[in-house]
């Protein structure tokens, strides 16, 4: 099955900084690549999402990238604000992976300090 | 807007209780999921029904069941707790698509403790 690796499992930047959240799949037939954000004492909630036949997709402050022969993604935040500290999880779905069952990664808790 | 809710934010069990984590949406979603949370773990899908009395075993269905007799509640059973179970539970919807990359819309979850 797809195993998702997600690093770092911490990161800490100032405010208006970028930041930069990686993550590597195993199943090279996976087709969407979701990223996910979960603030405190609230469940996940999607943020952006990249299909396989796309190698960025860029939505405000936040953008996604595809390496589909490498088998990674990326989530890029520029210019960082306090509200973006949350925990973020990066997904992928396999190629007929009916019923919509991801695999997650592990989560990084991202912290924007003043 | 889309609605996830759970019957409960926190709960403590003991060893052995027979336990029922509840999850109703409100956007007449076909598929429902139930995930735990644990640090360093991520998300890890338990088990997951696209229809109703439909249920399909996630990668981690040991000590688990689950019921779902109405589209719009899906329920968790762990029938004899164990403190091994002592996680963030964490229910979620979605409409199907032929990709199966529809946004899942989850509640805000369960920390079960069993002691």
Redo the contacts between chains.
């Keep these: 099955?797809e195993n998702v690796e997600?690093h770092p499992?911490t990161l800490s930047v100032q405010e208006g900084d970028s930041a930069v959240i990686k993550c590597t799949y195993s199943d090279s037939a996976s087709?969407?690549f979701?990223w996910?954000k979960q603030e405190l004492?609230?469940?996940?909630?999607?943020i952006i999402?990249i299909?396989s036949n796309v190698g960025e997709k860029k939505d405000q402050r936040i953008a996604v990238t595809l390496n589909k022969t490498a088998k990674h993604f990326s989530l890029h935040i520029t210019e960082t604000q306090p509200e973006d500290s949350a925990v973020y999880?990066c997904a992928a779905?396999p190629r007929g992976?009916?019923?919509?069952?991801?695999t997650?990664?592990?989560?990084t808790q991202l912290k924007v300090e003043l | 807007d889309v609605k996830v809710t759970q019957s409960s934010r926190y709960l403590v069990k003991r060893t052995g209780e027979k336990v029922f984590l509840e999850c109703v949406q409100d956007m007449d979603h076909e598929n429902m999921f139930w995930y735990r949370q644990d640090p360093g773990l991520g998300l890890r899908l338990i088990y997951f029904s696209y229809d109703v009395k439909m249920k399909e075993k996630g990668d981690i269905p040991e000590g688990y069941s689950v019921s779902r007799e109405k589209k719009e509640r899906f329920s968790l059973i762990l029938e004899s707790a164990s403190t091994n179970q002592t996680s963030m539970y964490l229910c979620a919807s979605s409409f199907p698509s032929a990709g199966g990359d529809n946004e899942q819309f989850f509640g805000p979850g369960t920390r079960l403790t069993v002691l």
Excluded: E, H, V
């Excluded at chain 1, 992976?97 to 991801?102: A, R, T, V």
């Excluded at chain 1, 997650?104 to 989560?107: A, D, E, L, R």
């Design positions: 099955g997600q499992s087709n969407y979701p996910y004492g609230k469940g996940p909630q999607l999402d299909r999880f779905l992976g009916g019923g919509n069952k991801l997650f990664g592990t989560g």
